[in-house]
């Protein structure tokens, strides 16, 4: 019994049972900083999607200044259209939400943790309800199948100043790493 439950973590944890929801577990600190808590998590990835990648970081911030936003540009390299999508996970908190596109061959789109200036980034795909005060990481998917397996990803966080984000301070790029192999150490 214990040898098939190690088998459906491992399919889950791989993107193998993909479009399955399942639970798990993560430990914070209580909001009152009194010790560790367990929450209980689930990922939302649009179903028949699988994860594909993590960027290792995303910050979507409105106030105090400076504020932030994260920016996911999807390309798809495939011959076929894909759907596409990011979970915006918070901190030990689970999802706070998900964000899907459908790309034709070809096409780039972009997803975003709230709206920011169109100067800066043309949102598709922006979360609801916005983040405005969150930081944690951003897992995205694709369409299961080996064709849509061919999305090429970046993120990146923009740092502005003003009430409609007028004046970019900076811009941060994530690192991408695809899921379930971690990074090089670089």
């Known amino acids: ?3 098939h439950k190690l088998a459906l973590v491992a399919l889950l944890v791989s993107g193998g049972l993909a479009g399955t929801y399942s639970t798990a577990l993560a430990q914070g600190a209580h909001d009152d900083g009194s010790g560790p808590e367990t929450r209980l998590i689930s990922p939302q990835i649009a179903p028949g999607q699988v994860r594909r990648y993590v960027a290792t970081y995303m910050a979507s911030r409105t106030a105090p200044s400076p504020r932030s936003a994260t920016v996911v540009s999807i390309t798809n390299g495939s ?3 894909c759907g596409t999508s990011v979970d915006w996970k918070v901190g030990f908190g689970g999802v706070a939400c998900t964000t899907s596109l459908t790309l034709g061959p070809g096409q780039t789109g972009e997803h975003c943790s709230r709206s920011i200036n169109d100067g800066l980034a043309i949102c ?3 979360c609801s309800p916005q983040l ?3 930081e944690g ?3 995205i998917g694709s369409t299961i199948g080996t064709p849509c397996a061919a999305i090429a990803v ?4 923009f740092y502005t100043t003003g009430s409609a984000d007028q004046t970019l301070n ?5 690192k991408i790493v695809r899921v379930g192999t971690g990074n090089n150490g670089d």
Not at 170 to 174: E, F, H, L, P
């Open 154 to 157: 970046s993120a990146r966080t």
């Open 79 to 81: 011959s076929t259209t």
């Open 132 to 134: 405005t005060g969150e």
């Open 1 to 3: 019994m214990k040898l």
């Open 124 to 126: 598709n795909a922006t």
């Open 137 to 139: 990481n951003a897992l």
């Open 170 to 174: 900076g811009v941060s790029d994530a």
